[in-house]
């Protein structure tokens, strides 16, 4: 999915989704469709403050319903015409402006498939039709991977890319797709096609899509994996090297044996932490907790750096999650002396729990120091 603007939380980016684009969206249809009650579609704007972000793009989908022609294909040919000859009179409906006309396909295109997948294949150019494209793939798989693999030949760097994250079994936001978490093969057959794209947009979405699979089945990702970086011609070895490290990402912060090998991180000798030491053993919440270590090898080794911060919960139990710090060469009985500041700052995606919480030291997947401290 595009990112968003930083914003200081969602509820601002729910912002994007407002009175004024309702309005330009209302004007757009009118230019191409006369007869749209535009002062009725635009009264769903009493209705948007109260809600957040994906409300609100269904709410004004409901309206498109309501107030565009019934006949599904004749409303979609002026949401078409809106998005690609706008009026003179608004600004262009462009990247999150679209995304209640790409729900629109979502919700009511099933029934019209290929009007759908050429509404999608135009509307994915201007804002992603990943989310759109997933009810496609649930009903009708076979006629929908038809179309996509298709498309992973496009010459527009968007729609490959909607091959791969489309297609995505655990795309965030999206709906799941079980049959490709049961059994990835299908959507594998894809990522074989697109693995090579010269647009990292693109290779980017390849790697999360194979990062997904590594969540249900590690032992296929890494075997892919292993693979691609043993066929990859000399032109494109940077290109599965980089996939190969961002699709394993989770094995990785999970320590799992054959993909922490497959990528080189791998020791014949011994890994020790020492004078693990924190700033204080008493952090409030909103500040930093700063802490220091020194790393040692016995014989020369690659080694990934994490730590873990074993939060604690509204149960009263710790859940541990990984944040990474570096990625060196150490050399037969070299030292490494790391230092962090690690900020405890509310965010929207994670509150904290005042008790007792433990910082862990991780290398190569191996947990090789702890120490407790309070939060307050």
């Known amino acids: 999915m595009p990112q968003k603007k930083e914003d200081a939380s969602d509820s601002a980016f729910k912002n994007w ?37 994906k409300p609100r793009v269904q709410l004004i989908c409901d309206y498109l319903k309501k107030y565009l022609p019934e006949d599904y294909k004749k409303a979609l040919r002026i949401l078409l015409k809106a998005t690609t000859t706008p009026s003179p009179k608004a600004k ?26 050429e509404a999608l294949h135009e509307l994915t150019q201007r804002f992603t039709a990943e ?16 179309i996509l693999h298709q498309w992973s030949q496009d010459e527009n760097h968007h ?41 990292l947009y693109v290779r980017k979405s390849v790697a999360n899509h194979l990062n997904d699979i590594s969540k249900d089945h590690p032992a296929l990702a890494v075997k892919t994996a292993k693979k691609w970086l043993k066929e990859a011609p000399e032109k494109h070895k940077g290109k599965i090297n980089w996939i190969a490290k961002h699709a394993l990402r989770t094995l990785l912060k999970k320590g799992h044996p054959e993909a922490l090998k497959l990528l080189g991180y791998k020791t014949t000798g011994k890994l020790q932490v020492k004078n693990l030491k924190l700033s204080a053993k ?87 120091a702890k120490t407790p401290f309070t939060l307050k």
Request: charged letters at 25%; glycine letters at 4%; aromatic letters at 10%.
């Open 17 to 53: 989704i407002n009175a004024d684009l309702v309005e330009r969206i209302a004007t757009h249809i009118q230019h191409h469709h006369p007869s749209f009650n535009r002062k009725e579609f635009v009264a769903l704007t009493l209705h948007l403050q109260k809600l957040e972000l």
């Open 92 to 117: 262009p409906l462009t990247g999150f402006d679209l995304w209640a006309v790409t729900e629109y396909v979502h919700r009511y295109g099933l029934e019209n498939f290929d009007e759908s997948m």
């Open 131 to 146: 989310f759109a494209i997933r009810p496609f793939l649930i009903h009708e798989e076979k006629k929908t991977l038809k």
């Open 159 to 199: 729609v490959r890319r909607l091959v791969s994250e489309g297609s995505r079994p655990r795309l965030p936001w999206g709906e799941q797709l079980k049959s490709f978490i049961q059994d990835p093969s299908p959507t594998l057959e894809l990522l074989e096609k697109l693995k090579y794209d010269e647009e």
């Open 282 to 368: 008493t952090v409030k919440i909103g500040s930093s907790l700063e802490f220091s270590f020194e790393l040692t090898s016995t014989h020369s080794a690659q080694v990934m750096v994490d730590y873990l911060i074993h939060h604690k919960k509204s149960n009263g139990e710790n859940k541990p999650k990984v944040f990474k710090l570096t990625s060196k060469s150490l050399k037969a009985r070299e030292s490494l002396n790391i230092k962090k500041k690690h900020s405890f700052k509310p965010i929207t995606t994670r509150k904290y729990y005042p008790g007792t919480h433990y910082l862990e030291i991780m290398i190569n997947g191996q947990l090789l």
